[in-house]
């Protein structure tokens, strides 16, 4: 499983003025899908953790090889 990047479930100019749409498409679509390329680049080395939900892997990150931690942790996100 890879990770994908979800829809907004709302427009982009949905935010104005506060946000503008150029922002908020560039926000998503690259940032977020930066982040998404990014994890799922990261969970390629981790093969035991890479079909999990998002979600749990999170709550597993104690669990990921120390060399690969940071990197697991930085791109998918860290518990709360």
Do not use: W
Request: charged share 20%; aromatic share 8%; glycine share 2%.
């Amino acid at each position: 499983m890879s990770y994908t990047l979800p829809s907004l479930p709302y427009a982009y100019d949905a935010l104005e003025p506060h946000f503008d749409k150029q922002t908020m498409e560039i926000h998503h679509t690259k940032h977020h899908q930066t982040y998404v390329n990014n994890a799922n680049a990261a969970l390629e080395s981790l093969p035991e953790f890479a079909n999990l939900p998002v979600e749990e892997l999170i709550t597993k990150l104690d669990q990921v090889p120390a060399d690969k931690k940071n990197r697991a942790a930085q791109q998918c996100g860290r518990p709360r």
